[in-house]
T-cell receptor, first 112, second 115 residues
Framework: DQQVKQNSPSLSVQEGRISILNCDYTNSMFDYFLWYKKYPAEGPTFLISISSIKDKNEDGRFTVFLNKSAKHLSLHIVPSQPGDSAVYFC???????????FGRGTQLTVWP | DSGVTQTPKHLITATGQRVTLRCSPRSGDLSVYWYQQSLDQGLQFLIQYYNGEERAKGNILERFSAQQFPDLHSELNLSSLELGDSALYFCASASPGQVFTDTQYFGPGTRLTVL
C-alpha cells in the first residue's frame, strides 16, 4: 500500500532551468512532509521539509509547495545545476503515526 | 557526513546464512530506524527503536529481527537468507525534537548480496 507516490521515475532538465518534482499522498493524517536527496553509494540526505500549516517553504534554490486539498506536494529547484543530479525521495509522516512513509523516488538528471 | 555510521559497508553471503548489520546513531539521537531498498523499490521501512524499545514495525519479515542496546547502537539480524534479501539496508537516526520536526539522518548503508 503505497501511501506516498512519486509517479515520475525520472526527470531530465537542462542546467539553469527549473526542475519540478512531484509527489502525491493518500493519507489525510500526514502533516509533515520532507524531501531527501540520494547520490549513488550514499545514504539519503535531508533536503527540505514543510509542515501542513504552511503551503510553501523556501531554502535557497529549493522550494517545496504543499496543496493539502489535492494531497500533492512539489519540489522546485531553480536554477538546476548538474550537481543536483540525484534520486529525490518524497516522505511524509503524521504526528500519531510515528514513522516516515517514502515514495519510490525520482531520478533527476541535469544536463549542461 | 550525517554522523550515522553503518558497518559493514558491503556483505556477501550465501542463501540460508545469517548476518548482522550494525548501526551507530548520531550523538544524542535516541531513535533508530531501519530501511530496506531493493532494486526499483523505494525505501521500505522495517522497524524503529526508541531508547532501547521497539516503537514501530513496518514490512519486516519474521526472519529479520533487530534490537537497540543501552549505548543506543542498533543491530539488524537477517537469518535464513534468500536471494530476494539482496538489497541496500539503511539505518537512520533522529532525536525527539519539537513536534513535527522528527527529521531522520541516514547512514551510508550496507549493501547485502546473497548468492
Amino acid at each position: 500500500d503505497q501511501q506516498v507516490k512519486q509517479n515520475s521515475p525520472s526527470l531530465s532538465v537542462q542546467e539553469g532551468r527549473i526542475s519540478i518534482l512531484n509527489c502525491d499522498y493518500t493519507n489525510s493524517m500526514f502533516d509533515y512532509f520532507l524531501w531527501y536527496k540520494k547520490y549513488p553509494a550514499e545514504g539519503p540526505t535531508f533536503l527540505i521539509s514543510i509542515s501542513s500549516i504552511k503551503d510553501k517553504n523556501e531554502d535557497g534554490r529549493f522550494t517545496v509547495f504543499l496543496n493539502k486539498s489535492a494531497k500533492h506536494l512539489s519540489l522546485h529547484i531553480v536554477p538546476s545545476q548538474p550537481g543536483d543530479s540525484a534520486v529525490y525521495f518524497c516522505a511524509a509522516r503524521g504526528s500519531t503515526l510515528g514513522r516516515l512513509y517514502f515514495g519510490r523516488g525520482t531520478q533527476l538528471t541535469v544536463w549542461p | 557526513d550525517s554522523g550515522v555510521t553503518q558497518t559493514p559497508k558491503h556483505l556477501i553471503t550465501a542463501t540460508g546464512q545469517r548476518v548482522t548489520l550494525r548501526c551507530s546513531p548520531r550523538s544524542g539521537d535516541l531513535s533508530v530506524y531501519w530501511y530496506q531498498q531493493s532494486l526499483d523499490q523505494g525505501l521500505q521501512f522495517l522497524i524503529q527503536y526508541y531508547n532501547g524499545e521497539e516503537r514501530a514495525k513496518g514490512n519486516i519479515l519474521e526472519r529479520f529481527s533487530a534490537q537497540q542496546f543501552p549505548d543506543l547502537h542498533s543491530e539488524l539480524n537477517l537469518s535464513s537468507l534468500e536471494l530476494g534479501d539482496s538489497a541496500l539496508y539503511f539505518c537512520a537516526s533522529a532525536s525527539p525534537g519539537q513536534v513535527f520536526t522528527d527529521t531522520q539522518y541516514f547512514g551510508p548503508g550496507t549493501r547485502l548480496t546473497v548468492l
